[in-house]
């Protein structure tokens, strides 16, 4: 079974540009997570979606967001970047068959600086 | 609020050693999972074992061990015969009343040496 995917890779905006970043999770996977990892603050909750709807939410300002669609695909956009935006966003997906045990699996990262 | 403390920055083992990474949590929830992840150079997060709040048993996965000790909210990782390829950051996470969100600890760099 494929892992999860995340694309691009590797992203250079300059400061006030938008991107938008992508997700493909596990094959079956109905949740996708984002999470922010920087080497100040360390790995931060962005927003969790489940079934196209955000069910979560990190202490995130409204520049941060995203969304899912039916085939379980999400996406997040940060709009109006920053320099402190430089980081490693990493995604991963859980089945949530059991609430107990629902392991979040997480894909390679997108690194974003923005200049 | 939950938290997760590891106190270890950075950690040496021998090759073929063992190595415990220590972490310690904090919630008020009496229902929670902790999970250990490695993340290589590359980036990306490898899921290693699970323990689960309800648990008897320590977890175990392949040559990873998990020493829960829930009295003391403690969730060591144990690497046995430790491999040049385990040299990694660690990081210790927690999920408890809110779904698919994980709270992390700050990470241990674990080096394995020759």
Known sequence: KA?????PRYLIKTRGQQVTLSCSPISGHRSVSWYQQTPGQGLQFLFEYFSET???KGNFPGRFSGRQFSNSRSEMNVS???LGDSALYLCASSSLTSTETDTQYFGPGTRLTVL | AQKITQTQPGMFVQEKEAVTLDCTYDTSDPSYGLFWYKQPSSGEMIF???QGSYDQQNATEGRYSLNFQKARKSANLVISASQ????AMYFCAMRDTTPSKLTFGTGTRLQVTL
């Open chain 1, 3 to 7: 892992g999860v995917t995340q694309t």
């Open chain 1, 54 to 56: 955000q069910r979560n």
């Open chain 1, 80 to 82: 109006t970047l920053e």
């Open chain 2, 48 to 50: 290693l074992i699970y």
């Open chain 2, 84 to 87: 040049l390829g385990d040299s």
